[in-house]
């Protein structure tokens, strides 16, 4: 089964962004096999994404819906930008975005690292869960790998 995994990057190589200070997602498909690949980039900011619009006004949110600043439903805005996605993966993830991604079945992931490895880890994560195996070798996996 294919899923789609959205990063908040500003590079493609490093995951250097929080979720309320990214302005757009990078898209990695995942196929069945757990190869992944480039899909497209998702900007927003403009404050009618999705359909979605702020009616507080560019001028409150200080960089559009997309910024949080004062503006109660900007993470729904994002988080409807990547509602087709399995997991998202920032630097930070506030608790109120949590819950919401909870509500919508993504996944969420706090990392600060380069995004090769990070995809690395979380499609062999997600090929062991949907593939019913152990996730206790991971860890022990990579230790090894490391030395």
């Keep these: 089964m294919a899923y789609k995994i959205a990063i908040a990057s500003t590079d493609r190589i490093h995951i250097d962004r929080t979720f309320r200070e990214a302005d757009s997602f990078i898209i990695y498909e995942v196929n069945s096999d757990g190869k992944y690949e480039f899909l497209e980039e998702r900007r927003f900011g403009d404050g009618s994404e999705n359909g979605v619009s702020c009616d507080k006004g560019r001028d409150r949110c200080k960089s559009g819906c997309g910024s949080g600043n004062e503006c109660n439903d900007s993470h729904f805005t ?70």
């Design 78 to 147: 994002k988080v409807s930008l990547i509602s087709d996605c399995r997991c998202l993966i920032c630097s930070h993830i506030g608790m109120k975005v949590h819950k919401h991604l909870e509500r919508q079945a993504i996944a969420a992931f706090e990392v600060d690292s380069g995004t090769e490895d990070v995809l690395d880890r979380i499609t062999e994560y997600f090929y062991k869960v949907d593939n019913h195996q152990s996730l206790q070798g991971i860890a022990k996996k990579r230790l090894k790998e490391k030395q």
